[in-house]
């Protein structure tokens, strides 16, 4: 089975996912705390400036934030970058994040309500943005016996795509791939009553242009849609990190009401934002969140 998966991945795409599983190895083999807090270090200091990582941030920050004191600037820098490479070792090294997910608190004013319908095999949509940890959620519902389907985006790396996929798997399931396929997989159980769980945080271009921080934002209204069609609960939903770097609280927040799906989608931005300026270095930053192709 390896030699096929090499020969399917071909030599230049082993020769680049090689340094990629030494990297999490490495980081693997250390105490869970001591290497997330390691290789956070390592990231927010010298990885980041080197790329290019902070100039993005910044420049998205002073976009939405143009008051933004220089200080407060550096500050998240450093801090988005720790978060995002939390979130990459946790999505790959994945037994001592189910272990802390799994002790998770589940809070907000939707958690009793996500519960109950699922409970009753009522379909439900949640969504979250590239936010904390927003895998820890799924991790919860699987403890509780409710299975949560997600969507996934390929890596071009067949070597490290496989990973993914595996470690995906093993944190909560099902999990399919982007597609047609993959969208009549996760409808499916949708419509059945399952659970679905989205983010709608990326800059699309066939998404609609709203709002987000005051900022023309194209954004992707599928998740309302969905929502709509099938009758279901569209619930906010935030992993949030703990102050120690490991645990988390995730917070469910009312079910939007259905509407137009302008009207929810943006409904799901202002949740969004207000996550965001409540803990601004665990959203990602990094992203090109207002490019505009029109």
Known sequence: MAVRKFEQGGWLN????????VFFAVFAALPYRFGLSLAGRITSFILAPVFGVNARIRANLLRVWPEMPEEEIRRLCHRVSDNSTRLMLESFNIAGFIRHAKQAELSGDGADRLLLALKNHEPVVLVSGHFGNYQTL??????KGFATAAIYRPMNNAFTNTRYIEAMN????PNFARGLAGTRGLLGHLRKGGAIALLNDQAAREGVELR???EPA?????AAEFAI???AHLFPYYGIRQPNGVD???EIQEPIALASPED???SLNDSLEGMVRRYPEQWFWIHRRWKQWR
């Open 229 to 231: 069609k099938y009758n």
């Open 264 to 266: 929810m989608t943006q």
């Open 170 to 173: 093993a944190i909560a399931s």
């Open 14 to 21: 082993f020769m680049i996912d090689l340094p990629v599983r």
């Open 138 to 143: 799924r991790v919860l519902l699987a403890e």
């Open 212 to 214: 987000f921080f005051g």
């Open 248 to 250: 988390f609280c995730v």
């Open 218 to 222: 194209l954004t992707m209204t599928s």
